[in-house]
């Protein structure tokens, strides 16, 4: 058994002891769900009706704009600011009713590593640990498995203030993981670190993403493509779309390709081939072929290339970037059809 | 919980070198006056023989440095109360304890009992200054217990209110200076009033000290400081909590 189901047990047994003990393993699918979350600041709707379910294994990418929202819903889901309405259950236990119980199973990192600047690593990471409830007798264990999964070995005696911001967010990611939480809460995890350490944080939260669930919030699309298993996009306090990374990238795909010919013909031969709906010029040599999604020219352009010595270079299918599908996604013309697409996780 | 908070608030303190150096000025000043107060007590000594039932060393020495020590507090106890909440929400680590399995009265009686200790620290000299005269004389241990225990009282209702200062508020300046006119207004209250019947003496902290500071142990002065300090520690608990619901 690993070292967040046998937290469960302990939490399970000294604090709720009639409860049956297999309810752990029943357990470990959802480990947090948000229901129908709203939250005003003053008369300003912040957060309209946000519903999230996340299971064990899975990592999950907020994205969407600055003031989306994105921050309020993690401040939300960490108890450190309460809804006016929704529901939300982390293992099973209800933030609101059982704050305690639920808090055992979260770890948090905001915007800001919320840090104690005159302690050094150890101690800071020491003072996490015994917070969440780890035993004095084995809190040496995690500190060494939390240091090492972060890179921080080397500077574990030297004071937090002194670090440099890479290393401050690395110590604010330890203190996150160091009790092995069941969800982990990752508000911009990247921001501030030097690509090298984008990209060891990346690794590290996509191997924290195999046996806990991660939720991170970002405005880097390339992070989500390359770490998160599903999407959820933000936009003015609701999620106005939701689905996996891969299938987000499929979203609006245009049909088309680029297509080289060292020895082009004129522009209207080529929108004569049938299925062509449209032509682009983009360099002497090269053209933006657009054709309809259901019969593809390629294999007739292909053979009049080679019987009139076109002199074919380079064919490349037009894949939209993520970056192209969020924009599209998230461009007000495009929010109402984006919101009747939507898919209910 | 509230001992391993508490811990560690005393934790970061003793790790900045200026409380180290705040600790070194205010033990100068306790000794300084100490021993000056001893050297008039000791010029005075020979008429004061001939007279009858005169003051002991306990209340002219003792005393007034528990007086000065009282007065000092309410202005050093703000500084001290201001990074309690204040500068964590500026730091943002306040997050930390919020998302942590913990209550907001194990987040408030934590930081209470941090600062608390580090005030026992902090005047722990004067007790021992004081049992130093007991190698040549007889003291008073009633009276010097009495006034350590109103120094405490004092110092909880004193932190208490700075800590509630002190959730009000992300700007750890705005906490010191409002908690240091709530307690110099406490104090003017009592001083300015010249009615000796006057319902302001109640209010203040000091004046209840002065019972303490006389060698007079009143239940009633007891429950006040307890009263008083359990009253802002549950406006500071409900001041957090309140701060989750409403931003």
Redesign the interface.
Known sequence: MDAHNRLYLTKFTTTTGSLPLTLPNNISEITLSARNLQ?R?GDHLVINDVSLELRRGEVLGLLGHNGAGKTTTM?ML?????PNSGEIEICGFNLLLQ??????N?G?L???P??????SVN?FLN??A????IKPSSTAGVLAEAKRNCGLESVGKK?VGTLSKGYQQRVGIA?AIIHQPAVIVLDEPTVGLDPAQIREVRTLIRELGDTHSVILSTHLLSEVESVCDRVEIMQHGKLIYSDTSEQMRQHGNVSGFVVGLRNPPPLSSLEGIPGITHVEPLTATQFRVLHKPQDNPKSELLSMAERQGWQLEQLIPLQATLEDVYVRITSPKETGEALSKESTP | MIRLIALRELRGLLAMPSTWFLLAILQFIFTWFFLNTLQTFLELQPQLAQLNNVPGVTTVVAVPLFNLTALLLMMLVPIFTMRLIAEERRNQSFALLLSAPLSTRQIVLGKFFGLLIFLVLLTAGIPLMIYTLALGTNLDHGLVLGNLLGLMLLACSYVSVGLYVSSLTAQPVIAAIGALAILAGLWLADAASASESSAWHLISPLYHFQNFNAGLLDSGDIAFFVLFSAVFLVLAMRRINNNRAYG
Do not use: D, M, N, V
């Not at chain 1, 960490?78 to 309460?82: K, M």
């Open positions: 939250r600041f401040q960490t108890g450190c600011l309460l704050p305690e119980l639920a808090k055992a979260l948090y905001p915007e800001t919320p840090l104690y600047r005159e302690l101690e003072f996490a015994r917070l969440r409830g004071i203190q």
